[in-house]
Nanobody, 126 residues
Framework: QVQLVESGGGLVQAGGSLRLSCAAS????????MGWFRQAPGKEREFVAAIRGDSVTTVYAGSVKGRFTISRDNAKNTVYLQMNSLKPEDTAVYYC???????????????????WGQGTQVTVSS
């Protein structure tokens, strides 16, 4: 069982930056693929970014590529999402998710993730 707790959300102006954190419980964090997903009001939850346990393999949604960076610190059982050049359309609840040993071709599919955090709100004002 893995428990995930997100933090770092808030209100920021367009063009600003935020860093989200997701702290995970468990002794095998380094074997888990970690993903960030988001859900805007009235929209379905969508993939943002993911990273495998090797800390090297990453995948990004096209809408955030070049602006967001996912990283992880396996010693701290934490995954991060650095968000730069934020836009109003990035406003959403951001969720952290985890699953063991996902291959790269499944990282962007939320149905493969077994564990989810409670979400953190990110609001970008224009």
């Amino acid at each position: 069982q893995v428990q995930l707790v997100e933090s770092g959300g808030g209100l920021v102006q367009a063009g600003g930056s935020l860093r989200l954190s997701c702290a995970a419980s468990g002794r095998t964090f380094s074997t888990y693929a970690m993903g960030w997903f988001r859900q805007a009001p009235g929209k379905e939850r969508e993939f943002v970014a993911a990273i495998r346990g090797d800390s090297v393999t990453t995948v990004y949604a096209g809408s955030v590529k070049g602006r967001f960076t996912i990283s992880r610190d396996n010693a701290k059982n934490t995954v991060y999402l650095q968000m730069n050049s934020l836009k109003p359309e990035d406003t959403a609840v951001y969720y952290c998710a985890a699953d063991a040993n996902l291959p790269i071709y499944r990282l962007s599919t939320q149905s493969y993730y077994d564990y989810w955090g409670q979400g953190t709100q990110v609001t970008v004002s224009s």
